[in-house]
């Protein structure tokens, strides 16, 4: 596969020329969805080369019975999956009974784009059949933000060298399988197909979760534009719907169907309603018409870009590179629905389960906070306040008692899902980034009350985690931690990984000055989660005796803190000694001989300095990231932009723009050999986070004061953020010679710059 055959442009990602070996990264590259469903850019055509299908409608689900090598106390029974949905986008195509498959016809003048500034995908391209016919295709589709149950094709025909037949079998599929299914079930049981005059619907439920969804499209066709009627001929299968229309044209007549999808879920209706309400959507998109949805969709990105864009001028594959993260994190979740949350490959593919992860709570939640408003960062963490007692079951079955809480490293509903050992029982720090998520909303946004109303609850279960996950060592006269996974997954099961316990310590401390302040401030929430949580003071007071005597591994040769007990015992290597032909070392080298390395697969240390920068000093930052930086491999898409924030923040711009490159073009460069498995999008909100906190230095400490500290790489000419900053819109600008900062709400704003303060007044511009 060529890994660099994206072509650089500031709004679109477009690939020209076809290559066979770049279908499966392109469909995901290429992906469309509007924060409910999403499908990969697989072609409406038949394919019968290497292709990976994929459609996913948000929150529906599939406890897919887990793989074990044998069976372990606490192990989760399943591992659930985003569904493959049922298949509305495709048409089955013959010219003359000659079927149109890309992989056996000679194509040329092959163009694919997906237009990120107005949100929809195209496809152009000739073609020549075994028997002789020659074709020009041009396809647009997109999935409405506005009508977000619907989606629309259109996809034209033009006869180059004959007269004849032009045969359109539009189709639905409900007979799925998931790429990732773990031993080949189909997910799906079709309950009732409905036909009519070129519409149609498949009603199926999802076995086990027993999710109902109806999925109908709706066809119209055009020849040299003009609307024309044609005869349907039906045929229903077990699982498939297809109608079949045959259009005669003469050479040089362009034939056109528009496709009409919609997938309605027993998510919004009852399921009697389904089949109805699936076909009402797809008449009143028909009604409307295609031009009237794509101007509707032009203008809904157009809203989105006013706060979520961000401007580099003079670096084409920079500028490609944001816009393609901000773009996918739009997609794949829009904020208004607090049952949904974010899978770390969105809905690009089946990786991981399109399960919620740490990730949502470390690297989204500042994105959605400061480009959307604060609703959406609450609906995040309102799912995880849903899921509390799931949590505590989840700690209860690992032996935890009184209202511990471990929150899940991989869930749909609450509940565990994940089946490796070193992560089920090990990556326990994922808790504390629930924690994290709530104190960063809190700082941010100045919300206390949501601490009162469900943080509060929260954190008393994760102090309590932690409390009974420590163990006093007479030996060191400490508590320790043992037998975990820090977010470096090139160890498993270490002992005292300072991120872990750091995070473990902050928690406890936080989780008790919250406590103090509810109790002073809300004192009527106080004393209902007192009695729903039987909390004491006797038992805080043990909880910050784990917090104040907790253990963290220290180098004083090295004068840095350990990323755990005993990791000078290996033998310390640079990355850069490394061969190329040795990486991505997950692909190359033996899991026994990656744990017996130096090799970091991701922030770990630099993490929890990420986190608590302001708990370090300047000097503190520069020793560590220049001990870990050069054993850090970055396999993991959560690492580079940690990396490229620290550098910038430590005046290190030059390694601060190489990170921020590899972050933002992670999957459109595929740096990790990966992309056809789906895009990083949980990541990508670090790529964000990389020029807003790392080049533009933005930051709110816990006094709550907004600060900014802006350089630029000398690679760029300038760039230009906006946040939503409590209800103000601020726009950041920054070049070479000079700083802006304009202030579009109605209040005046201070903040600090350079460690200066400065007010802006209202609508006013003011130059730094």
């Known amino acids: 596969m060529n890994k660099n055959y994206i072509i650089p442009n500031e709004w679109s990602i477009v690939e020209e020329g076809f290559d066979k070996k770049n279908v ?32 996913y409608i948000g929150g529906i689900y599939y406890p897919d019975k887990t793989r074990v090598g044998w069976w372990k106390n606490g192990y989760p029974e399943y591992f659930a999956k985003v569904l493959n949905a049922p298949n509305w986008i495709g048409i089955h195509i013959q010219i003359n009974n000659t079927k149109l498959d890309l992989n056996t016809c000679e194509v040329s003048d092959f163009k694919r784009e997906l237009n990120m500034k107005e949100g929809w995908l195209s496809r152009s391209f000739k073609a020549k059949l075994q028997t002789g016919e020659e074709i020009q295709v041009s396809t647009k589709r997109f999935i409405s933000v506005k009508y977000n149950e619907v989606g629309a094709i259109k996809y034209n025909i033009k006869a180059l060298n004959f007269s004849g037949d032009i045969i359109f079998s539009p189709y639905i599929d409900a007979g799925i399988e998931n790429e990732d299914s773990n031993y080949n079930e189909y997910f799906w049981k079709t309950l009732k197909i409905l036909e009519g005059t070129n519409e149609g619907s498949i009603l199926a439920k999802t ?42 044209v003469q050479e040089g007549d362009t034939a056109t169907i528009y496709k009409y999808g919609s997938y309605v879920s027993s998510l919004n209706y009852e399921n009697e309603e389904l089949i109805e309400a699936s076909l009402k959507n797809v008449q009143e998109a028909k009604e409307l018409g295609f031009e009237y949805l794509l101007e509707a969709q032009i203008k809904s990105w157009e809203e989105i870009w006013k706060t979520a864009d961000i401007i580099i001028e003079g670096d084409v594959k920079a500028q490609q590179g944001i816009r393609f993260n901000i773009f996918q994190l739009n997609q794949t979740y829009m904020g208004t629905d607090a049952r949904l949350n974010i899978g770390p490959k969105g809905f690009t593919g089946e990786k991981y389960g399109g399960s919620t992860y740490w990730d949502t709570e470390a690297y989204c939640i500042p994105f959605y906070m400061a ?64 924690v994290y998520g709530i104190y960063n909303y809190v700082n941010y946004t100045q919300d206390f009350e949501y601490v009162s109303q469900y943080g509060l609850e929260v ?32 160890e498993n099961n270490v002992n005292n990984n300072f991120y872990t316990n750091y995070l473990a310590k902050w928690c406890i401390e936080y989780a008790v000055d919250c406590l103090n302040k509810v109790k002073h401030n809300y004192p009527e929430d106080f004393k209902r989660i007192v009695a729903k949580t039987n909390l004491s003071g006797e038992e805080t007071y043990k909880w910050l005796k784990v917090a104040e005597h907790m253990y963290f591994p220290y180098s004083e040769e090295n004068n840095v803190y350990l990323q755990q007990d005993g990791f000078l015992d290996k033998e310390i290597i640079p990355v850069d000694e490394l061969p190329k032909s040795e990486r991505p070392i997950n692909q190359k080298w033996s899991w026994d001989r990656i744990l017996r390395s130096c090799y970091i697969k991701q922030a770990d240390v630099l993490q929890g300095m990420f986190f608590f920068e302001d708990k370090f000093s300047s000097e ?15 396999e993991s898409s959560l690492s580079p932009c940690v990396h490229s924030i620290l550098a910038a923040s430590i005046d290190r711009m030059p390694k601060a723009y190489e990170q921020y490159l590899r972050t933002a073009r992670l999957d459109l460069d595929d740096y990790n050999c990966e992309v056809h498995e789906g895009c990083h999008i949980t990541s990508m909100a670090g790529t964000w986070m990389s020029i807003v906190q790392g080049f533009g230095g933005m930051r709110v400490w816990e006094n709550g004061k907004l600060t900014f500290n802006p350089q630029i790489p000398k690679e760029w000419k300038s760039y230009s953020f906006t946040i939503n900053f409590r209800g103000n819109i601020i726009k950041v600008y920054k070049s070479q010679t000079e700083c802006k900062f304009y202030n579009e709400s109605g209040n005046e704003i201070k903040m600090m710059v350079h460690d200066t303060e400065i007010s802006i007044p209202s609508k006013q511009l003011v130059t730094v």
């Open 24 to 55: 499966e990264a392109s469909e995901s590259l290429f992906s469309i969805g509007n924060g409910s469903m999403g499908q990969r850019a697989n072609f409406e055509e038949d394919y019968s080369g290497d292709t990976f299908q994929g459609s």
């Open 207 to 248: 076995l086990k979760t027993e999710f109902n969804v109806g999925t109908a499209m709706k066809v119209d066709f055009a020849v040299n534009n003009n609307i024309i009627e044609t005869t349907q001929q039906n045929i229903i299968a077990e699982k498939s719907l297809t109608y079949t229309y045959k259009i005669n």
């Open 371 to 434: 480009t959307k408003d604060a609703s959406v960062a609450k609906n995040l963490l309102i799912y995880r306040y849903n899921q509390l007692d799931k949590a505590i079951e989840n700690a209860e079955k690992l032996g935890f008692k009184n209202g511990a809480a471990l929150y899940p490293m991989v869930t749909m509903n609450g509940e565990e899902c994940h089946n490796e050992w070193e992560i089920t029982f090990e990556e326990i720090h994922r808790n504390g980034a629930m």
């Open 459 to 490: 954190m008393i279960a994760i102090a309590r985690f932690w409390h009974q996950r420590a163990n006093f060592s007479k030996i060191k006269n400490k508590f320790v931690i043992l037998g975990v996974t820090g977010p470096n997954e090139y």
């Open 620 to 634: 503190e930052l520069e020793r560590h990231f220049d001990f870990y930086e050069p054993l850090t491999v970055h």
